[in-house]
């Protein structure tokens, strides 16, 4: 059980180009859901909270209009980075977890965006 | 806010030794502490956790102890597999995680 579907799993596209990501929790409702984004060798750094019906809460430094962030049930969260450029390319992770604290979180399998 | 720091690999050691990979964290409040492990082309697995000091979780013959004296979580097996090479992440929080920088074990022959 606890299973997160992240979808597509790699993107190449072109400077300039809208690409979004899904998160989706297929046995279980996810109330709240996290995005992160790992850079080359380096750990996984959070981006931002979602929240199902509300505003997501983003990490300081992170751009709330070129990461937006969707969370239109409990199922499922998007990532939509706008007009994306090289350095946007990088590899990223959503996860979620059932409500609660101390409830282990799960990770979707990522998505490594590359911008030409 | 949280930080976790842990030894940087690659760890490289022979099957059946002992395994210790270090973490230390700051963090205000009372977070609960995580070893993550990723397998060579698979996605973030929960391996352990520990939600209180003194805690001890354990997974598969890993073992971790919350020593909040400390603020340490290493990460603890006796007799390592080659099935055990992939990548390990200290992670600490209650909803939000804090990420270590990760260590790649690989276990020979």
């Known amino acids: 059980g606890a299973v997160v579907s992240q979808h597509p799993s790699r993107v190449i596209c072109k400077s300039g180009t809208s690409v979004k990501i899904e998160c989706r929790s297929l046995d279980f409702q996810a109330t709240t859901m996290f995005w992160y984004r790992q850079f080359p060798k380096q750990s996984l750094m959070l981006m931002a909270t979602?929240?199902?019906?509300?505003?997501?809460?983003?990490e300081q430094g992170v751009e709330k209009d070129k990461f937006l962030i969707n969370h239109a049930s409990l199922t499922l969260s998007t990532l939509t980075v706008t007009s994306a450029h090289p350095e946007d390319s990088s590899f990223y992770i959503c996860?979620?977890?059932?409500?609660?604290?101390?409830?282990?979180?799960?990770f979707g399998d990522g998505t490594r965006l590359s911008i030409l | 806010g949280n930080s976790v720091t842990q030894m940087e690999g690659p760890v490289t050691l022979s099957e059946e030794a002992f395994l210790t990979i270090n973490c230390t964290y700051t963090?205000?409040?009372?977070?609960?502490l995580f070893w993550y492990v990723q397998y060579p082309g698979e996605g973030l697995q929960l391996l352990l956790k520990?939600?209180?000091?003194?805690d001890k979780g354990s997974n598969k013959g890993f073992e971790a102890t919350y020593r909040k004296e400390t603020t340490s979580f290493h990460l603890e097996k006796g007799s390592v597999q080659v099935s055990d090479s992939a990548v390990y992440f200290c992670v600490i929080g209650r909803r939000a995680l804090t990420f270590g920088s990760g260590t790649r074990l690989q276990v020979q022959p």
């Open positions: 963090a205000t409040g009372y977070p609960s």
């Open positions: 996860s979620a977890s059932l409500a609660g604290e101390d409830q282990p979180q799960h």
């Open positions: 520990a939600t209180k000091a003194d």
């Open positions: 979602s929240n199902e019906g509300s505003k997501a809460t983003y």
